[in-house]
């Protein structure tokens, strides 16, 4: 499978995933988290071939659909962007710090605030 | 209308809209953004009270149904709450450099930190 659907879908996945049903999670999931082939999940969950491969197409369209509408992967990595920017901000004053010492005792303060922003990255 | 009914739907609308039909967005806007009466949205939309009523009621539960399955209400406010503790711990800093200026240099870095956060917040 190509990487770059993998991560597509994984992101798509791991945001709506309360929208789908629960068979059709299950599908994704197997397929996509877990690697499994169609073979091995039509054998595992009883389902035809055929079955699983039109559960994984019609799961990945309403997955995109929802995407289209409220963009919540891309807001996040949005988020993710500026959170990484104030992270590099906060690392160059705590440098600017470390180098003069006259405000030493700001360093703390600094670093509870990058403690923060790693925080949300996780 | 009760006034914590009127933000709480306001907020789900504004993540969720594009989940709604157009009617049903439209009559949405018109009650809880325009503060139309169902009367007057019956008469501007040519659709019976009840039927106003009604595609309310079910735009509510539609709503609330997405924000119980996608919580993002919920994250969006959890994030501000984040983002303004940062902003104040930004502020505290602030005043430390303002009252020891051996480290004035600082400010503007640390400023616009806070620029990036309040923009966020917008």
Redesign the interface.
Same mark, same amino acid.
């Given at each position: 499978m190509n990487i770059e659907k993998m991560v597509e879908i994984g992101l798509l996945f791991e945001?709506?995933k309360?929208?789908l049903t629960d068979k059709q999670r299950e599908i994704v999931s197997l397929y996509y988290e877990e690697d499994y082939s169609l073979g091995e999940i039509s054998e595992n969950l009883n389902v035809s071939r055929q079955g699983v491969y039109d559960a994984l197409k019609r799961s990945e369209k309403i997955l995109k659909d929802y995407e289209n509408?409220?963009h =919540?992967v891309r807001k996040i990595q949005e988020?993710e962007k &500026?959170t990484k920017?104030?992270i590099d901000?906060?690392v160059?004053?705590k440098q600017?710090?470390l180098q003069?010492r006259?405000?030493a005792? =700001?360093i703390p303060?600094?670093e509870?605030?990058e403690d &923060?922003?790693r925080e949300?990255l996780k």
């Amino acid at each position: 499978m190509n990487i770059e659907k993998m991560v597509e879908i994984g992101l798509l996945f791991e945001q709506y995933k309360e929208l789908l049903t629960d068979k059709q999670r299950e599908i994704v999931s197997l397929y996509y988290e877990e690697d499994y082939s169609l073979g091995e999940i039509s054998e595992n969950l009883n389902v035809s071939r055929q079955g699983v491969y039109d559960a994984l197409k019609r799961s990945e369209k309403i997955l995109k659909d929802y995407e289209n509408k409220l963009h =919540l992967v891309r807001k996040i990595q949005e988020q993710e962007k &500026i959170t990484k920017t104030i992270i590099d901000k906060i690392v160059d004053i705590k440098q600017d710090l470390l180098q003069n010492r006259d405000c030493a005792n =700001l360093i703390p303060k600094v670093e509870n605030i990058e403690d &923060i922003c790693r925080e949300m990255l996780k």
